[in-house]
């Protein structure tokens, strides 16, 4: 394999993790805005129509990164396959890992 090649793919290998964690981590970020704002509007007391307006938005923003979150995936599949019929795939480590099997600190020194 080239140098160029394997610089490519290792660039690639720590990139798509990175970029799969960071849309994860911006879904929770959002579900949690979402379970605070109705929250607050159930513990002030306010009409049920208070702030609907932003929770529609925001409930737009949640589809839009899980609708992001499949397309990488999607992405990572293709470069997956592109990388087995170039025979520059690792057999040998899972793609991409089983869920929680790379924590935070591990997985911030892999991008970082």
Do not use: F, W
Not at 42 to 62: F, Y
Not at 98 to 104: Q, T
Request: net charge negative; aromatic share 2%.
């Amino acid at each position: 394999m080239s140098y160029e090649i394997k610089k490519a793919k290792d660039q690639i290998s720590q990139d798509m993790p990175h970029s799969e964690y960071s849309i994860d981590q911006a879904l929770v970020s959002v579900s949690d805005l979402m379970s605070t704002l109705v929250k607050a509007r159930l513990n002030t007391g306010v009409p049920a129509s208070t702030g609907q307006a932003a929770i529609l938005r925001l409930a737009k923003a949640q589809m839009a990164l899980v609708d992001a979150s499949s397309d990488v995936l999607r992405v990572h599949g293709e470069l997956k396959k592109i990388g087995r019929e170039q025979g520059i795939g690792d057999s040998h480590n899972e793609c991409p890992p089983a869920h929680g099997s790379v924590d935070e600190k591990t997985h911030l020194s892999v991008v970082g």
